[in-house]
């Protein structure tokens, strides 16, 4: 849980910083939760994710926790775009 909390909270401060806009809100489907669109929060809670699967993984498990951690945040990525 601490992991996917200071996951959000890194991608928030990113939001300021980067300060990205979203396209036109005459494009919109649904109404975004703020005006920031980089860094996605999706992937965010995906690495997070990933992250705290590879930490919790024993040693035997930990190769395979982080194939299948980098291609699920990679893809959730390609998916946000």
């Known amino acids: 849980m601490l992991l996917i909390s200071g996951g959000m909270a890194l991608t928030f401060a990113a ?3 980067i300060h990205e806009h979203r396209p036109p809100q005459r494009l919109w489907v649904i ?3 703020n005006a ?3 860094l996605s ?3 965010a809670i995906a690495t997070a994710l990933a992250l ?3 930490i919790l993984a024993g040693r035997r498990w930990r190769l ?6 980098a291609v699920f945040a990679m893809g959730t990525g390609f998916a946000r775009i």
């Not at 395979?64 to 951690?69: D, I, S």
């Open 15 to 17: 939001k300021l910083a």
């Open 31 to 33: 109404p975004p939760d």
């Open 36 to 38: 920031e669109s980089f």
């Open 41 to 43: 929060g999706h992937t």
């Open 52 to 54: 705290t699967a590879i």
């Open 64 to 69: 395979p926790a982080v194939a299948l951690g």
